[in-house]
């Protein structure tokens, strides 16, 4: 292929434009994912709203292939291609809270520890996710799991309004009053239907101090613990959240020496309410068995957002499977149990969502987001810190989520590799799916928006 022409974008434009001999171009076309390698043609970093415009119109001219990135966060890299162009939307980091109407907008570039960073000033939280440096762009776009969904439900549950670029380069607004068939469309249906600029959401009391972390025990506990644990969560209230995590214990400040590289099964809590009524609540857990390391502590709830900033990090290669299961019966434990004490990789960790509480009381069909009844969601994941050991660590994950097949409910869409048409039309259940093709027909019929999990707007397949 001859240099690209961008005569046609340059003019005016306020970002960045990088060709592949640009100094910047090589951080800019990384994604989290260390696995995923990918060299576009031209990387557009927009600066505002009229950069997207214009660098959508400019694709649309010269037929180039068109990724979006927000946070870049992507499990299989759907946020970077070779050749074609890449919409960058990171320096779009405007955030802006009305502490007294409990609302905020973001743009499209905000990471979510600094969305919390900002509404944290005001004691205020948007639910959205586990890790600081993910993207609020494609989080809530899939529809946002999080600490705080048992009290406030999804990142999509507060979501008011979006600013979106359709693939024609129109600016469009969409809430609950305007244009509601793409609110609900976006709500769950990802980057199918345009690119959303910013988001605006309402904001709930949190914190700033909650009782929040983990409690380990030795992996051989596990069956224990999460026989427990299942009775223990079925009273739990809303303000209480659980994720369990089997790993090797990381070599951690705060983890003992003699525990280090040790397999151990933890439940990290976080309590979205009084932090003496989180004691209370946590109580008959941390009396359970005799835990190695208890960590379930009053703190800033921005350092809890954090906890699990280290385990993920920029360029590791991940490998990543999901499920969600109604519950966690003697069969399914079992398995787990067994998976678990194969992990070999020092990085592998993978968490089990506690799921229900209000994100369950939202109906099915209200948003496009698929598998609001789910018992727990399975984030069967492998890490390794190179490309060594990572086949042998994937093989892991495929086979423990095989094991668990028979048990499957549903998918969260954000939580997909690349796994075909099938399991996107699983995510979200052939009512909601014929629903999503039919709204991606009337926004972008020539599918210009495609590297995403993908929804055709055929109407067969
Ligand atoms: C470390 C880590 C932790 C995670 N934790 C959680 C969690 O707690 N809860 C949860 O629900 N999910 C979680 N996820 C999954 C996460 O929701 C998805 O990976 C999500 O896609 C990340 O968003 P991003 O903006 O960083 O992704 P990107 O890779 O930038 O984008 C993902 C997809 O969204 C599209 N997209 C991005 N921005 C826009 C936009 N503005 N307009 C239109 N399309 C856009 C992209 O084209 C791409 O298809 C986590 C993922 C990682 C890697």
């Not at 709830?301 to 900033?309: I, K, R, S, T």
């Not at 998918?411 to 259940?429: P, T």
Request: include cysteine; charge should be negative; charged fraction near 20%.
């Amino acid at each position: 292929m001859g240099a690209l022409d961008i005569a046609g974008l340059q003019d005016g434009f306020r970002g960045e434009l990088l060709r592949p001999e640009d100094p910047g171009y090589e951080d800019a076309r990384r994604v989290w994912n260390g696995s995923i390698s990918r060299f576009p043609a031209l990387i557009a970093r927009c600066a505002g709203v009229a950069d997207v415009i214009t660098a959508v119109r400019f694709a649309r001219d010269t037929g180039l292939l068109v990724a979006v990135r927000g946070g870049g966060h992507s499990f299989p890299g759907l946020s970077v291609c070779d050749g074609g162009l890449l919409i960058d939307l990171s320096p779009m980091k405007g955030i802006r809270v009305d502490p007294e109407a409990r609302t905020v907008t973001a743009q499209a570039g905000v990471l979510l520890g600094e969305l919390d960073r900002e509404t944290q000033a005001f004691g205020l939280a948007v639910p959205s996710g586990i890790v600081t440096h993910t993207g609020l762009s494609g989080l809530t776009l899939g529809g946002g799991i999080n600490w705080l969904m048992r009290k406030y439900g999804l990142t999509i549950d507060q979501l008011l309004s979006v600013d979106l670029i359709t693939a024609d380069g129109e600016f469009v607004k969409a809430s609950a009053s305007e244009n509601p068939d793409l609110f609900w469309g976006v709500r769950g249906g990802g980057g199918n239907f345009g690119i959303v600029t910013q988001f605006e959401f309402r904001l709930n009391p949190v914190g700033p101090i909650v009782l929040a972390g983990p409690i380990f025990w030795p992996m051989e506990e596990s069956p224990n613990v999460l026989r427990f644990y299942r009775e223990w969560i079925a009273e739990a209230p809303d303000e209480l959240m659980t994720i369990v995590v089997h790993r090797k214990a990381p070599p951690l400040p705060f983890v003992p020496l003699e525990l280090h590289g040790k397999l151990v099964v933890s439940v990290v809590c976080c309590y979205a309410g009084p932090v003496e009524d989180g004691e209370k609540a946590v109580k008959p857990l941390k009396a359970f068995g005799s835990p190695v390391l208890d960590l379930c502590v009053p703190k800033p709830f921005l350092a809890h957002q954090a906890m699990f900033d280290l385990s993920f990090q920029h360029g590791w290669w991940y490998y990543m499977r999901a499920c969600d299961v109604a519950e966690l019966t003697d069969e399914v434990i079992d398995i787990t149990v067994d998976h678990s004490l194969r992990i070999n990789s020092p990085l592998t960790a993978f968490p089990i969502w506690q799921r229900g509480g209000a994100a369950a009381r939202v109906g099915e069909d209200e948003t496009a987001f698929g598998g609001r009844s789910a018992g727990h969601t399975f984030n069967i994941t492998a890490v390794t810190a190179t490309g060594e050991g990572f086949d042998q660590e994937r093989e892991w994950v495929r086979n423990f989520w095989s094991a668990l097949e028979p048990y499957h409910t549903s998918v969260y869409v954000n939580f997909l590799m690349e796994e075909g048409g099938e399991r996107i039309r699983q995510a979200y259940g052939a009512d909601k799916y014929d629903r999503l093709k039919a709204l991606k027909r009337r926004y972008d019929p020539d599918n210009f928006f495609r590297l995403n999990q993908n929804i055709g707007p055929a109407a067969t397949a």
